[in-house]
């Protein structure tokens, strides 16, 4: 209990700066929203004690709509420390107590997943972000997992990529996020959804839980982008990516000795 008040006291000391800043990023239309979100989700993780490692990294130069699983609350703030990205979270994740302000400042599109017809509106949002030369992250999956595999790629989405003006080649990267250790040890299939966040579990149990646990490791992993335009099957590409996603996490999970880089 100690902790987890340590942890709140700490939490609501500095999150008002952070909507303070936010407040008057978007007042008086000042730069710095990416960089502050950065900085809030490393002292988040920090605080969570949640240990990111990186292999490879997120596409630069070109637009990139990044493809990744889906496990847990955390991934928001874990995928926020490493560097600027938007994200395309489902509707719930704007409640999230410890996450809305990244979503807030990263410029999150939300989709609420019971209404399929405003898919072309939020391909429309993905597409503007696009255009700014943005890496956007899609959790492709349309829901979360229970960290221990990779479901079916939806590839509704993807079309966003059809919206961007066709001047700015745009880059489809597969993305994968694997809770491997807790406390140093090896989580296992059957410790992993103690960090998993899905279903119908409720946020406030589950965060204090994971809270009490101790230090966990992370590792993200970066796959090689490709190329995509209007040509482009969106269906094969999202399965091919789909199956890279998945090799990808299986490796994490086995938790190689890969060379690795915390986050810099």
Request: proline share 6%.
């Given at each position: 209990?100690?902790?987890?008040?340590?942890?709140?006291?700490?939490?609501?000391?500095?999150?008002?700066?952070?909507?303070?800043?936010?407040?008057?990023?978007?007042?008086?239309?000042?730069?710095?929203?990416?960089?502050?979100?950065?900085?809030?989700?490393?002292?988040?993780?920090?605080?969570?004690?949640?240990?990111?490692?990186?292999?490879?990294?997120?596409?630069?130069?070109?637009?990139?709509?990044?493809?990744?699983?889906?496990?847990?609350?955390?991934?928001?703030?874990v995928l926020a420390s490493i560097?600027?990205?938007?994200?395309?979270?489902?509707?719930?994740?704007?409640?999230?107590?410890?996450?809305?302000?990244?979503?807030?400042?990263?410029?999150?599109?939300?989709?609420?997943?019971?209404?399929?017809?405003?898919?072309?509106?939020?391909?429309?949002?993905?597409?503007?972000?696009?255009?700014?030369?943005h890496p956007v992250v899609l959790f492709a999956e349309g829901t979360s997992s229970d960290g221990n595999r990779?479901?079916?790629?939806?590839?509704?989405?993807?079309?966003?990529?059809?919206?961007?003006?066709?001047a700015h080649a745009v880059l489809l990267q597969p993305a994968s996020i694997g809770y491997t250790r807790i406390q140093g040890i090896p989580m296992g299939r059957q410790h992993r959804p103690l960090v998993a966040w899905y279903g119908d579990l409720d946020f406030t149990p589950h965060f204090k839980e994971f809270v009490r646990r101790g230090v966990v490791d992370v590792t993200v992993t970066f796959g090689t982008a490709v190329p995509y335009d209007r040509n482009t099957d969106r269906k094969s590409a999202a399965r091919s990516i789909e199956d890279t996603v998945r090799d990808l996490t299986a490796g994490a999970l086995r938790d190689r000795k890969t060379e690795m880089r915390m986050a810099a």
């Open positions: 209990m100690l902790r987890l008040a340590a942890v709140l006291v700490v939490f609501f000391t500095m999150t008002p700066v952070f909507v303070v800043s936010v407040w008057l990023i978007e007042t008086f239309r000042l730069a710095g929203r990416r960089a502050l979100a950065k900085h809030y989700s490393r002292a988040l993780c920090a605080l969570l004690r949640v240990r990111v490692r990186v292999i490879g990294a997120p596409a630069q130069g070109q637009p990139a709509l990044i493809l990744c699983n889906h496990v847990s609350w955390l991934d928001i703030p560097g600027p990205v938007a994200f395309v979270a489902k509707r719930e994740v704007s409640g999230y107590p410890v996450v809305w302000v990244i979503a807030k400042l990263m410029r999150t599109v939300f989709v609420d997943r019971t209404r399929r017809h405003q898919t072309p509106e939020v391909n429309a949002a993905i597409a503007e972000r696009l255009s700014e030369g990779v479901l079916e790629f939806r590839s509704a989405l993807i079309g966003a990529v059809a919206q961007v003006d066709p």
